[in-house]
């Protein structure tokens, strides 16, 4: 599981060095009328890192137990994403993130196969709830790039 948590460690990074090649008077264009903006995308990161980490923690600890789902629209409207400082929400995406991999660090290979249950989704493992994460970021990613051109 190693090879996961190099590339989750990454994420931020990656972020940082996209988001320092675009100028800031950017960062609320809509470079896709269906996605967040740039200020809005690097805030919906930093909220769900949270989210994130407490849905494998419930999958280690409370393996079965069944999840709330989040509307990531919703949310952003009810926690102000678009007023959020970019720089400051990269800042709190990083730390978040180093506390996910820490935590996915400490689990032994058997942990990997412990879930929580989606109600759509049905069972989650930990292993494919960090292969939806890494999709999540790369689809992040992708669009966090669309802003240098």
Same mark, same amino acid.
């Given at each position: 599981m190693n090879a996961y948590l190099k590339t989750l460690e990454q994420t931020p990074k990656t972020l940082f060095n996209i988001v320092d090649q675009v100028k800031p008077d950017r960062y609320n264009?809509?470079?896709d009328p269906d996605r967040f903006n740039l200020t809005e995308m690097v805030a919906h990161l930093a909220d769900f890192e949270d989210i994130f980490l407490d849905r494998l923690r419930l999958a280690?600890?409370?393996?079965?137990?069944e999840i709330t789902?989040?509307?990531?629209?919703?949310?952003?409207?009810?926690?102000?994403?678009? *007023?959020?400082?970019?720089?400051?929400?990269?800042t709190v995406f990083d730390n978040r993130r180093r506390d996910l991999v820490e935590?996915?660090? *400490?689990?032994?290979?058997?942990?990997?196969?412990?879930?929580?249950?989606?109600p759509e989704h049905g069972e989650v493992t930990i292993e494919e709830y960090a292969n939806l994460i890494l999709a999540h970021d790369l689809s992040h990613l992708a669009h966090a790039a669309a802003y240098m051109r």
């Open positions: 264009d809509m470079v280690f600890e409370a393996p079965g137990s789902p989040i509307d990531p629209d919703a949310r952003a409207t009810e926690k102000h994403y678009a *007023t959020r400082d970019v720089h400051h929400e990269l935590f996915m660090n *400490t689990l032994q290979p058997e942990d990997w196969k412990k879930s929580f249950k989606h």
